[in-house]
């Protein structure tokens, strides 16, 4: 049982290139979600899924895509990197809203 | 607005003594309070989840209270170790179909030997 996996751990980007983030999870979790943490700051939500093919925006939603074609992966798409976008990048997936939320290892981007 | 604010925002102890870590809320409705410890360079992991009627929670040598009145949590660590030294992070979750999660900015713990 792998848990939340993430990949890539880390990534260099320049501004304006495009980049998906891979997200998975071998625990049949309905509910999934991303986040970036920056430093000084929560986790701060940017996009969650409730299962296959329902996806909604969090709260720094701008700059990102993700979809759910299946209850397993949960990818997140940077269309056009800017500098902001600099953060650690978590994904997580819990049984329910309202149960603990299970975190991957992160992924830590650059863009310069 | 909804907001959790913990305190100290740093703290460093000595290997083997005790220490409890605040957690103040305003999110309303109430749901749950979690804890979660994040060791650098990795995601947060769950030590406890609280419902409105608990009031307290242990794992291990973690102890969680919850004081729902008041909107106050405090996590308390039991005879440090060195593998303590992490972040510890207060979120907590609304209800009513406002299940939002809202973060503290954590808790910078370090034991020292």
């Known amino acids: 049982n792998a848990g939340v996996t993430q990949t890539p751990k880390f990534q260099v980007l320049k501004t304006g290139q495009s980049m998906t983030l891979q997200c998975a999870q071998d625990?049949?979790?309905?509910?999934m979600s991303w986040y970036r943490q920056d430093p000084g700051m929560g986790l701060r939500l940017i996009h969650y899924?409730?299962?296959?093919?329902?996806?909604d925006q969090g709260e720094v939603p701008n700059g990102y895509n993700v979809s759910r074609s299946t209850t397993e992966d949960f990818p997140l798409r940077l269309l056009s990197a800017a500098p902001s976008q600099t953060s650690v990048y978590f994904c997580?997936?819990?049984?329910?809203?309202?149960?603990?939320?299970?975190f991957g290892p992160g992924t830590r981007l650059t863009v310069l | 607005k909804n907001q959790v604010e913990q305190s100290p925002q740093s703290l460093i102890i000595l290997e083997g003594k005790n220490c409890t870590l605040q957690?103040?809320?305003?999110?309303?409705?109430?749901?749950?309070l979690r804890w979660y410890k994040q060791d650098t360079g990795r995601g947060p992991v769950s030590l406890t989840i609280?419902?409105?009627?608990?009031n307290t929670k242990s794992n291990g040598r973690y102890t969680a209270t919850l004081d729902a009145d008041t909107k106050q949590s405090s996590l308390h660590i039991t005879a440090s170790q060195l593998s303590d030294s992490a972040s510890y992070i207060c979120v907590v979750s609304g209800n009513f179909g406002n299940e939002k999660l809202t973060f503290g900015t954590g808790t910078r713990l370090t034991i020292i030997p």
């Open positions: 997580a997936s819990s049984f329910s809203r309202q149960g603990p939320e299970f």
């Open positions: 625990m049949n979790h309905e509910y």
């Open positions: 957690c103040n809320y305003t999110v309303s409705p109430f749901s749950n």
């Open positions: 609280m419902t409105f009627s608990e």
């Open positions: 899924s409730v299962g296959a093919g329902i996806t």
